[in-house]
């Protein structure tokens, strides 16, 4: 059973760029949830998608859309990159019927925008 | 609005002290407690939950609706306690986590 993995690790991007990170679900998991870790602060909850729809979203703007794919792995878009875009991206996925009661964490992506 | 406060963040323990970890939170309903756990270099990872009622490489936590706590608790620390520790919060199981903004465990030798 292979675990949360995301790609890339670590990405630099310039401001007003876009960027994709790439997010496969562990095995048998069909929910998967997004969050950004800013330097200092706890993981803040982006959205969640299930069955390939999003299931949820926190505060943050329509730049941000995610997409999930028929084998339950989960890409996050950002457009117009900002200069407080720049954080640690955590995913996690969550067995059927747990979603947020049992979530595993990928090692994330830190990216940066200059 | 839901909230997760953890006061310190930074906490150094003496090995062999013990150690307590706070966390409070805003919550009108009853909401699943979790303490999540990241080691140097390693992936966040969940170290228990409230409704397990568990106790994981020796930390207990207490469910306290009435002071709105869950302090993570151990009685002797040890050096490889050393982590951040992040205590989080679900209103139910579809929804997102709310997590602190974390506490660093130090343990002196």
């Known amino acids: 059973e292979t675990g949360v993995t995301q790609s890339p690790t670590h990405l630099i991007k310039t401001r007003g760029q876009q960027v994709t990170l790439r997010c496969s679900s562990q095995?048998?998991?069909?929910?998967v949830s997004w969050y950004q870790q800013a330097l200092g602060q706890g993981p803040q909850f982006i959205f969640q998608?299930?069955?390939?729809?999003?299931?949820g979203r926190g505060n943050f703007p329509p730049r941000f859309s995610g997409l999930q794919f028929p084998n339950y792995s989960s890409e996050l878009n950002v457009n117009a990159l900002e200069l407080d875009d720049s954080a640690l991206y955590l995913c996690?996925?969550?067995?059927?019927?747990?979603?947020?009661?049992?979530?595993?964490f990928g090692q994330g992506t830190r990216l940066t925008v200059v | 609005a839901q909230r997760v406060t953890q006061p310190e963040k930074l906490l150094s323990v003496f090995k062999g002290a013990p150690v307590e970890l706070k966390c409070n939170y805003s919550?009108?309903?009853?909401?699943?407690l979790f303490w999540y756990v990241q080691y140097s270099r390693q992936r966040l990872q969940l170290l228990l939950r409230?409704?397990s009622r568990e106790s994981i490489k020796g930390f207990t936590a207490d469910l306290n609706k009435g002071e709105t706590s869950f302090h993570l608790k151990k009685p002797f620390a040890q050096e490889e306690d050393s982590a951040m520790y992040y205590c989080?919060?679900?209103?139910?199981?579809?929804?997102?986590?709310?997590f602190g903004k974390g506490t660093r465990l130090h343990i002196l030798p």
């Open positions: 919550y009108s309903g009853s909401p699943e």
């Open positions: 409230h409704i």
């Open positions: 095995s048998g998991h069909n929910t």
């Open positions: 998608y299930y069955r390939e729809e999003e299931n």
């Open positions: 996690a996925s969550s067995p059927p019927g747990q979603a947020s009661l049992e979530a595993f």
């Open positions: 989080a919060l679900v209103m139910n199981r579809d929804d997102k986590i709310i």
